[in-house]
């Protein structure tokens, strides 16, 4: 049973954050916001920061005690701050996802987790179908590949626009064709589907990853294809962006609230 003495904190206060608390005060259930872990002031208006505990050194966060933590700023919100609560005995979940294609800082998070006898989650984000794709990697995956579409938009401001000219493309145009390391490197804040998708099946290297901008949608679109031993299968989900932000989609961001949810059942059953 949850409660609604649970400290929640997020790290970041960007438009995921920002939804996610929304989400909760919409709801009038149990959960909210009401701690963030942000570099700047700058970063929150003044509504906003009337009853938000406002920290920039991690260290003050796990003085404040959050019963959670989720980080939804960067990859470098990971490094820097992610180790720190976890050593400190903080659950936190991470959104950026693609963060963890560095296998050094996956195993410094998983040393951190068990220094501080926390538990570290992973979102998973605007896809579906992972727990079919870890139960099939237990028959030996043969391949993995990933197609990630979405208006040439929600490319903008990314490494896309050194690949493409996204104002001239008026159908459909791939524009990336590599793994999935490659593509958590280049493209940090819009392939954390991609980077869930190595971590539930045959890992960054092997993961086949095609992205694209397609004038012709205005979804977000995710589609896994998957073969081995068990068989093969296809997932496929067209997801509508999120309002604040057309990088991401509403899905992602709705995952981010079941897996608080499943933080605290898991916990106190």
Known sequence: MVDGRKRLAVIGFGAMARNLRASFRRSGGVFDITA??????????????????????????????????????????????????????ISTVIVSIGSLSDPLLRSELEAAAVAGNSRLTVASGAIGGLDVLRAARLAELSSVQYVGTKPPAAWRDTAAEMLCDLSSVSGRTIFFEGNAGEASRLFPKNANVTAAVALAGIGFEKTKVTLVADAQTHLNSHKVTACGAFGDFNICLNNEPLGQNPKTSRLAALSIEQAIMRHFELVEM
């Open 36 to 89: 963030a872990l942000v570099t700047e002031t700058s970063a929150l208006d003044a509504s906003e920061g009337e009853d938000l505990r406002v920290f920039h050194d991690p260290l003050a966060l796990v003085a404040w005690k959050p019963s959670l933590v989720v980080e939804c700023a960067s990859h470098s919100a990971v490094r820097t701050s992610v180790p720190v609560l976890l050593r400190a005995g």
